[in-house]
């Protein structure tokens, strides 16, 4: 097997070194100078290397992949290119679609995109920001998991209910912050996010296939409706390539890339992204490297890539760039003095003259040392150049067997689930407490009614007792003095008043 991929012909064959395909690229280039088919190009060449690839397909004219070109390639093309031996061919193509309509259902837990990911996803200022990095920590320490988007609300609301106590560890949590982050569900939501969060999330290690012949299968996201909300597109590809770097241990410098990742329209991903994201996502594509993986940003201008982002990617493919302002003549310039030049090679202008299907390359050679700029025709690509037929995409789809494990959603106890159960065992305790608490003034109630009746019946038993012998003759005595007293007294009255009549 040859340890570099040839792609094209300038003053020789144009060559990348396999084993210099994870200090990374960038294809470049104005609409309609022929990005789509060098990216196809090297998707070929990397396949029949034994290298797996991930690209995402915004137009619909990558799948072709999957089929062998049945166009007849001018004779002109390979001549400038120096291909003697054209052969039509077809490769390995596992689809994906976040919408799981065109697709395997690509799927990430809430988790696994994390809370800076989900920060740009949401529009969250630094405040919320602050509040979504508690819920991620409360959630880690009560052994909470986040899968889906309710699960994400139900440790907002856990988080809010729990404001006054989380507070002595966190500092304020204002109320009115976590509603704003709960709104912004909802429009995340409406874009199609609730279908991509949720299990069974994909498998990493599903993407480093090769088929029976040793081809790298070639993993495309269907991203034509995707697209339409460029921040989830960007933030879906970044969270995939993020997950490779977390996932894949570190095994150096390979011969050869375990994946090659092509981020196309890359500037979608830097585009207003705060500090914070900017600095994670060159941390990744520095130390991605040394897990093996390969990324190439595909864009049209190449300085929408940040300085700190470009200064590592050693393989570098630019096509025209079309200059018609002092600004973008100033573009070009800037562009032109990325690459390394010869002596007296005016690279500006090779640039705003370069055909369709030319490119300036520059390659990281076999030392590790970047290659003069060489002005090349890229070669014509096996696959089919166009739109794939729609039986192909839907044979595509049935006859993957990924579908068995990521056809249908797994819905597995999570937070939600989990604060449920801890709600309905609080509520259940706490009318237990008050149950208790209702029994036990019942009881005190019934101890103090049963006191005072033994008390009253007492008294009574006691007013009741047998008088003694002195006792009866004392009680008839004075009764009998009291009967005859009122006689004479009634007399008394009587008579006097008879006596006045």
């Not at 193509?93 to 259902?105: A, Q, R, S, Y």
């Amino acid at each position: 097997m040859s340890d570099v991929l040839q792609f094209g012909y300038g003053r020789s064959v144009a060559e990348l070194q396999l084993k210099r395909l994870n200090r990374h690229g960038i294809i470049a280039g104005a609409t309609g100078t022929g990005k789509t088919v060098t990216l196809k190009v090297l998707a070929e060449q990397m396949s029949e290397a034994g290298i797996p690839v991930f690209l995402s397909d915004i137009k619909g004219d990558l799948i072709s992949l999957a089929q062998e070109n049945t166009e007849p390639v001018s004779a002109e093309r390979l001549e400038a290119t120096h291909y003697a031996h054209y052969e039509p061919a077809s490769y390995p193509v596992e689809l994906w679609d976040v919408t799981g309509e065109k697709g395997i259902p690509v799927r990430m837990t809430i988790s696994e995109m994390g809370p800076v990911l989900l920060t740009r996803l949401l529009g969250l200022n630094e405040t919320q920001e602050s509040i979504l990095n508690i819920v991620f920590s409360v959630a880690d320490e009560r052994g909470l998991l986040l899968i889906d988007m309710m699960d994400l609300r139900a440790m907002l609301n856990f988080v809010a209910e729990n404001a006054t106590e989380l507070s002595q560890y966190y500092g304020n949590i204002p109320a009115r912050s976590v509603g704003a982050i709960l709104r912004s569900l909802v429009v995340l939501e409406q874009q199609g996010a609730k279908i991509f969060f949720g299990d069974p999330s994909l498998d990493i290690a599903d993407l480093m296939q090769t088929d029976e012949n040793g081809r790298g299968v070639i993993h495309i996201l269907n991203a034509t409706q995707l697209f339409s909300q460029p921040t989830l597109y960007s933030t879906v590809l970044l969270a995939l390539l993020s997950e490779l770097y977390e996932v894949l241990p570190e095994v150096g410098d390979l011969d050869k890339p375990k994946m090659v990742f092509f981020f196309d329209e890359a500037h979608v991903l830097f585009k207003d992204a705060p500090k914070v994201l900017l600095e994670k996502i060159e941390l990744i594509v520095r130390l991605i490297r040394s897990k093996g993986v390969g990324v190439f940003f595909v864009t049209q201008n190449p300085t929408d890539i940040p300085d700190s982002v470009a200064s590592q990617l050693g393989n570098r493919i630019q096509h025209g760039l079309r200059a018609f302002t002092p600004k973008e003549l100033k573009t070009v310039t800037v562009v032109a003095d990325t690459f390394r030049q010869e002596a007296g090679q005016d690279l500006a202008k090779a640039i705003q003259e370069l055909k369709v299907g030319e490119a300036v390359v520059s390659v990281l050679a076999a030392d590790g040392t970047p290659t003069y700029a060489d002005r090349v025709m890229i070669y014509p690509p096996k696959s089919l150049l166009g739109t794939a037929d729609p039986s192909l995409v839907n044979g595509l789809i049935n006859r993957s067997s990924l579908m068995d494990k990521y056809g249908e959603a797994i819905d597995r106890e999570s937070a939600h689930e989990q604060i449920a159960a801890w709600a309905q065992e609080k509520e259940a305790a706490l009318k237990e407490t008050l149950e208790k608490e209702e029994a036990e003034k019942a009881q005190k109630k019934a101890e103090k009614t049963e006191k005072a009746e033994e008390k009253a019946a007492q008294k009574t038993s006691s007013s009741r007792k047998t008088d003694s012998a002195m006792d009866r003759f004392t009680k008839n005595v004075m009764s009998a003095v009291g009967r005859e007293a009122g006689r004479i007294l009634m007399r008394g009255i009587t008579g006097m008043l008879t006596g006045k009549k």
